[in-house]
């Protein structure tokens, strides 16, 4: 009998729990033996695999992170590591690995698929910076928290007429930041892709003002050269001249937490359900994401050579919809 293991690695992502949900039970419904590896990359090292039965994913769709816990790890990037980890599932007679996770976590993947094993990604991280796909898991809830944030930030800002600056998380990508950003009506947005010198953020600021605006809100991603820190140090050293300070909050890892969407639910169901179809078709060696409203299909090696960019026209529109 097939045997098959899933893994989550990375950042968490809410979603994970419904993609792990999924690719047990339908792993199972094919009468596949399902198993599932604790701490992602490092667990899999460490022999950490175990039988996971319908029962063990129940009650885990609505909930945030990953019950089988993940971790970043530095020692699988080494020969010896991704040795090792293949060791360990060949002593566990394991055919095929799920692996539910973000770019790191899809180069991992295809180093063990370069070695032997029947691998299938499944992309999944709230930057939303996987290339070869429109939307991965855990992005579109991590949106959600963000402009909850903002809206709500946006009421103090009123009543106190200030200018307050959100930084949301991306690593080095802006998709959150300009996503939020244009859904919650920002004045102003900072990303990594687009340098925005301190200055001139203050001459917009300035300018909104000037357009009758009594206080602003202003996104910064976490990657932008001028994030939250920088800013605040800026506008705190030339506060005389500039004429206003800003009110900062860091969202972090909030943005992580709570329980998944309706979409991100969705969409790591119908991936992890995918996950066991490409493998019992020997369709392995892929990456599955949604593109175009669909799963789609990326060869490991395609998607990690490539690189995701952001629609700057969505920039130009933010700048426009803030007058």
């Known amino acids: 009998m097939k045997r098959i293991a899933v893994l989550t690695s990375g950042g968490d992502s809410p979603g994970m729990n419904a993609a792990t949900r999924a690719v047990v039970r339908t792993g199972l419904a094919r009468g596949f033996e399902m198993f599932g590896v604790r701490r992602g990359y490092a667990g ?11 029962r063990d994913v ?51 993947a295809h180093a063990l698929a370069a070695r032997g094993m029947a691998v299938i990604g499944i992309a999944s991280t709230i930057d939303n910076d996987v290339p070869c796909v429109d939307v991965s898991i855990g992005s579109t809830t991590a949106l959600d928290i963000a402009l909850e944030a903002i809206d709500r930030l946006r009421t103090t800002a009123a009543a106190v007429e200030r200018a307050f600056l959100v930084e949301v998380m991306g690593r080095d990508s802006g998709y959150l930041a300009l996503m939020a950003a244009l ?13 925005t010198h301190p200055e001139a953020l203050a001459a917009r600021l300035r300018a ?11 996104v910064v991603a976490e990657g932008a050269k001028y994030n939250a820190h920088a800013l605040d140090c800026y506008f705190r050293e030339h506060t005389a ?20 969407n309706v979409f991100d639910r969705l969409i790591g169901t119908q991936l992890g ?12 060696g892929v990456m599955l994401g949604i593109s175009g409203g669909a799963v789609s299909a990326t060869p ?7 690189r995701k960019t952001l629609d ?12």
């Open 44 to 54: 899999l090292i460490g022999g950490e695999i175990l039988p996971l039965g319908a």
């Open 58 to 108: 129940g009650g885990i769709i609505h909930l945030g992170g990953t019950m089988l816990g993940t971790s970043r790890c530095v020692e699988f990037k080494s020969d010896a590591g991704q040795q090792e980890a293949m060791q360990q599932l060949q002593r566990q007679r394991i055919s095929s690995l799920v692996v539910i996770g973000g770019n790191g976590s899809q180069s991992g």
């Open 183 to 195: 859904a919650g009506g920002a004045e102003a947005v900072v990303i990594p892709e687009v340098e």
């Open 208 to 218: 909104a003002r000037f357009r009758g605006k009594s206080h602003a809100i202003v």
């Open 241 to 260: 001249r500039l004429g206003f300070d800003l009110r900062v909050t860091r969202l972090g890892h909030v943005q992580r937490g709570g329980a998944p």
């Open 273 to 284: 359900a995918a996950a066991i179809e490409h493998i019992a078709t020997r369709q392995h």
């Open 300 to 306: 490991l090696s395609q998607m990690i050579a490539a």
């Open 312 to 323: 700057l026209r969505l920039l130009d529109l933010a700048n426009v919809l803030e007058q």
